[in-house]
């Protein structure tokens, strides 16, 4: 080989060795790169992160304080609802025993008032009883009296006879029973022919 080609293969290859001596100077540069950019993002994220945290546990404490603000509010309103609950509890209490003892007081005096209403009305009814009694007792005395009547008078069903039938039946009567018919008809019918027919019997008799 001249000298002349020599050259230019060593010159070809410098040339090459540069080459590839600049593409990895390149590749490591974006490499190097790649990292500082890699470990930038990744040290952000860490800040998001911390910043997230500190955030959320700055909203959990003032959460904190918020809901014990809310829990002493709600312990306050528990003890004045109790305390409210137990004086009206009390009230009604006194308002109860009150008109159970103003209903007792009328009680007693209603059961007093009935007592004396019960005697009242025991006493008028026994005296009503006794009216009652005396009454009973006269109409059945009144009512003997009529059977009795009844069965001794002289001609039985006289009041629905005619003046005939009755006529008919006096020839078996003695002069006391034609008295009695007699005064009987005065009393009652005050038939003219039959009173005249009676007192002709009797003046004939005597």
């Not at 006096?170 to 009652?188: P, S």
């Amino acid at each position: 080989m001249d000298r002349g080609k020599a050259q230019d293969v060593n010159e070809a290859a410098r040339r090459f060795a540069e080459t590839l001596a600049d593409s990895y100077r390149l590749v490591y540069g974006q490499a190097a790169e790649a990292g500082q950019r890699q470990q930038q993002r990744a040290q952000q994220f860490s800040e998001l992160v911390a910043q997230n945290l500190r955030e959320q546990t700055e909203a959990g404490r003032a959460n904190a304080e918020r809901l014990s603000g809310q829990a002493a509010r709600q312990q306050e309103a528990g003890q004045a609802l109790a305390r409210e609950s137990v004086e009206a509890y009390a009230q009604f209490l006194n308002d109860a025993f009150s008109r159970y003892r103003s209903g007792t007081e009328m009680a007693a005096q209603g059961a007093r008032e009935g007592t004396r209403t019960l005697a009242e009305t025991t006493t008028g009814l026994v005296g009503t009883a006794a009216g009652a009694a005396g009454a009973t007792a006269g109409a059945a005395a009144g009512a003997t009296r009529e059977a009795a009547d009844a069965a001794t008078f002289p001609i039985p069903g006289y009041d629905e006879m005619t003046v005939e039938e009755i006529e008919g039946r006096l020839g078996r009567l003695t002069d006391q029973q034609v008295r009695r018919l007699r005064d009987y008809e005065r009393e009652n019918q005050n038939r003219k022919t039959l009173i005249e027919r009676y007192e002709s019997r009797l003046r004939a008799s005597s």
